[in-house]
């Protein structure tokens, strides 16, 4: 069974940074997509971040200048590099990876941010 396993996440204050890991196996994540989502509690997940598999990015409008996402292929592994933190960035925050055949999601992580 394909797993993707999600780490980083802890407790930080307001304007502190974290970096948020992302491992697949590398058969999979070489080709594949990844897009980072959260989920706050309460809410929709939403998605916060995607990478290509050719490394094009995209964010979504509440995270551009403070979240970047990033892939190291010899590693099998992305990144979600969050600075700025907000409270309202608390969330539990999943990686998905795919591919034409596979959809793999992590487990999440949690990030909480303190004021």
């Known amino acids: 069974q394909v797993q993707v396993v999600e780490s980083g996440g802890g407790l930080v204050q307001v304007g502190g940074s974290l970096r948020l890991s992302c491992a697949a196996p590398?058969?999979?994540?070489?080709?594949?997509?990844m897009d980072w989502y959260r989920q706050a509690p309460g809410k929709q997940r939403e998605l916060v971040a995607g990478?290509?598999?050719?490394?094009?990015?995209n964010y979504a409008d509440s995270v551009k200048g403070r979240f970047t996402i990033s892939r190291d292929n010899s590693k099998n592994t992305g990144y979600l590099q969050i600075n700025s933190l907000k409270p309202e960035d608390t969330a539990v925050y999943y990686c998905?990876?795919?591919?034409?055949?596979?959809?793999?999601w992590g487990q999440g992580t949690q990030v909480t941010v303190s004021s």
């Open positions: 590398g058969n999979m994540f070489r080709i594949a997509a």
């Open positions: 990478i290509t598999s050719t490394g094009s990015t």
């Open positions: 998905n990876v795919k591919t034409a055949v596979r959809d793999v």
